[in-house]
């Protein structure tokens, strides 16, 4: 019988959770919905810094996904500010509006 | 053998969410199904022996974060999108080949990559939120320093794109509309800093 959940298992999922975020930023055209897929693919990273912490027995790969989570507040803050202020220059959300930089 | 089957769980859990993520057209339900993804993924944390990490990701993620992002979504009144047709209608067989070269790729180095480290993680004090603690004030205090002035910055920055408003002056205070209102008050230059 198996012991437990080995390290290539999370690995595995990590990746396929990286691959959604990725086909989410891809096809999605609301810009909120491309900003949740990135912090999907963020997650997705920290899942394996954890498992390899944790398999590692070094306690770094932790203080890393402290600062990955530190970065994706200050990414959440400033990206929905941006949001916000496309959205009173252009009525939209939808990123095809929004593909050039002059009013 | 419990741990297997708890992975199992959460793991199926955070793809359905995953995928519920990106197959919903209203933005509010990919943020609930976003948040099942960061549980899902807090869960297989404490399976993981990382105690401090799983509380910090449903406190900052579930909380903070999902809550600025669903906050935004209702202050905007975002409707559903709606299913028009775009010009970059072939980005969705772009985005399955992508995703199917980069399974393919992760798969290939999984099983070419001799598996040498499949011990599960036993009881050992590397989680606990007293040797983070430890690793965060000493080794690693030049990082946690910046991160407090990245914090700094993005505070700022929020702040100054959020307020556009209070820049162009009281009788320019139109929040929406196509045209936007010309300014009034033009931000001070450095020349007139200086005098």
Do not use: H
């Not at chain 1, 595995?12 to 491309?34: D, E, H, P």
């Not at chain 1, 897929?37 to 810094?49: G, K, P, Q, R, Y």
């Not at chain 2, 974060?65 to 299913?83: G, S, T």
């Not at chain 2, 009788?171 to 800093?193: F, H």
């Amino acid at each position: 019988m198996m012991e437990g959940p080995q390290l290539s298992w999370y690995l595995a999922l990590s990746a396929i959770l990286f691959t959604i975020g990725v086909v989410g930023v891809i096809i999605k055209r609301n810009v909120i919905s491309m900003f949740m897929c990135i912090e999907l693919m963020l997650n997705a990273v920290n899942l394996t810094f954890v498992a390899f912490s944790s398999f590692f027995r070094d306690v770094t790969g932790q203080l890393f996904v402290f600062i990955v989570m530190t970065v994706a507040a200050a990414e959440a803050a400033v990206g929905l500010g941006i949001i916000i202020a496309i959205f009173r220059n252009r009525e939209s959300l939808d990123v095809d509006d929004a593909s050039v930089l002059k009013l | 053998m419990v741990t297997s089957l708890l992975f199992i769980l959460f793991a199926g859990l955070a793809i359905g969410c995953a995928l519920a993520l990106v197959a919903q057209r209203n933005p509010l339900y990919s943020a609930i199904s976003l948040i099942g993804v960061f549980l899902a993924l807090s869960c297989l944390y404490v399976t993981l022996a990382a105690p401090f990490i799983a509380a910090v990701q449903v406190i900052v993620y579930a909380g903070a974060i999902m809550v600025l992002v669903v906050f935004v979504i209702m202050l905007l009144n975002v409707e559903a999108e709606e299913r028009r047709r775009t010009r970059l209608g072939y980005l969705v067989p772009l985005a399955v080949l992508l995703a199917a070269v980069l399974i393919g790729e992760v798969a290939f180095i999984l099983y070419s990559v001799p598996a040498t480290l499949d011990q599960p993680p036993g009881p050992s004090n590397v989680g606990l939120t007293m040797s983070i603690g430890v690793g965060l004030f000493t080794r690693y205090l030049l990082p946690f320093e910046i991160t407090s002035v990245l914090l700094l910055m993005a505070l700022v920055g929020a702040m100054t794109l959020a307020r556009r408003a209070a820049v162009f002056g009281p009788a320019a205070r139109v929040i929406s509309g196509s045209q936007p209102a010309a300014p009034v008050v033009q931000p001070l230059s450095t020349k007139e800093v200086k005098r």
